[in-house]
């Protein structure tokens, strides 16, 4: 099988989260003998030893458009998770993309197929779907392939919530039936994607590479810790579970590493250095915190990167409430969830006092991905939906 991806972004130095994810789901179609194409929508295509990479076609007109993003003031206020309304900047936006980007898209779709008719399938890898509208059908009618769009910012991408300040709306003027099916991260938004207009929806959740993602044997010089950017959407268990946690247990040494995040109080801000950076700092701490913002912890497996990445390193975790959490890890057993931000301090502080049981749980936890979670799991479930359109 060779499938062709469109992908966000592939550069690790831009502040697209889902970006490592993306590698380790390629990476895992490698592994599992799937030959990988993948350009970007964003940034410069990047070669790999998993995936042969072609030229971004509008590496140009995306640069310029961050670099006119990136110095327009932003607003502080708060996200209201409720409202989807497209504003004036957005409708603009996908106009110009529509008017200058998408012809761009149709006549590289157009070239690399007729270059490579042994493509199986296209997918495209949760890029702004209104600004290419009309394209996959293109692609469907003049090559008689299968388009497929997966989304893995279920249900935060949805029109029924706000999305990200910092992100696009990219469902308002789009047409979801031109795509042969849509792939979601959220089991509990694929109705959503079909009220919107979805003519099949599968779901593929995150995971991780046990590889990348693998525990460090490190003393244990944190006591809590937690990585992430943003408040948007957790503000009240980010103050419980670190802010206020932090002042409630004097003794215990928080840290965090992220930015965007408020007032912590007490814990200490460690710096980024690199991405694989992350993996030492989670091995030393004793507790590692799954703080995950509530529209995917409010809608039914919605499933996020962070609890299969510590969950991969071995690590004590400690969530928040999280609705169908239980579809990946077993609470109490595989992680710890707390129900009330009351329970935070207690929870951290019979952890602290029970290394045993701390290390118990991080084993289950990188035992059940090693089973159930790897990118290698999820590259086989993506290749076997793939195959059911061919």
């Known amino acids: 099988m060779k499938l062709l991806f469109i992908t966000s972004s592939l550069d690790l ?23 990988v194409v993948a350009t970007t929508y964003q940034g410069p295509a990047i070669e790999t030893l998993w995936w042969r990479a072609l030229p971004n076609p509008v590496q140009r007109e995306g640069d ?16 209201d998770t409720g ?16 008017t200058f980007i998408r012809p761009k898209w149709a006549g590289f779709l157009e070239k690399t197929l007729t270059a490579q008719p042994d493509i199986d399938a296209v997918i495209f890898l949760t890029i702004p779907l209104n600004h290419v509208v009309g394209v996959a059908q293109a692609v469907a009618d003049k090559f008689h392939k299968p388009v497929l769009y997966y989304d893995g910012d279920v249900p935060a991408s949805l ?13 308002q003027g789009a047409d979801l039936s031109e795509y042969a099916g849509f792939i979601s991260n959220s089991l509990g938004g694929a109705d959503e994607l079909r009220k919107l207009g979805a003519r099949r929806v599968d779901t593929l959740y ?29 503000e009240s268990w980010i103050d419980a579970m670190i802010a206020d946690a932090s002042d409630r247990l004097p003794d215990a040494r928080f ?55 510590l969950a991969s390193m071995g690590a004590c975790i400690v969530a928040n409430p999280y609705l169908g959490l239980e579809t990946w890890f077993e609470p109490g057993r595989e992680l710890f969830m707390i129900e009330h931000e009351a329970e935070a301090v207690e929870r951290y502080r019979w952890l602290l006092a029970h290394e045993a049981e701390r290390r118990a749980v991080g084993a289950a936890a990188r035992a059940r991905v090693l089973k159930e979670h790897t990118f290698r799991h999820r590259a086989a479930q993506l290749r076997e939906i793939v195959r059911s359109y061919l």
Request: glycine share 6%; proline share 6%.
């Open 13 to 35: 130095t831009q502040p697209f989260s889902a970006t490592p994810a993306w590698w380790q789901l390629l990476k895992g179609l490698y592994e599992i003998g799937v030959e």
């Open 64 to 79: 310029l458009f961050k670099a006119i993003r990136d110095r327009a003031p932003r607003s502080r206020k708060a996200v």
């Open 83 to 98: 409202t989807s309304g497209e504003s004036a900047a957005d409708r603009l936006t996908r106009q110009v993309a529509q």
């Open 159 to 171: 029109p029924t919530f706000a999305g990200f300040a910092t992100g696009f709306k990219i469902y």
């Open 255 to 309: 840290a965090v590493r992220g930015r965007g995040l408020g007032d912590l109080k007490r814990a200490q801000m460690l710096p980024y250095l690199s991405f694989s950076k992350l993996r030492e700092y989670t091995s030393r701490a004793k507790i590692n915190l799954c703080v995950t913002r509530r529209a995917h912890a409010s809608v039914f497996a919605s499933s996020s990167s962070r609890p299969f990445e």
């Open 206 to 234: 995150y995971g991780a590479d046990p590889d990348v993602f693998s525990p460090v044997d490190l003393p244990q010089d944190l006591d809590v810790f937690f990585y992430g950017h943003t408040r948007e959407y957790r």
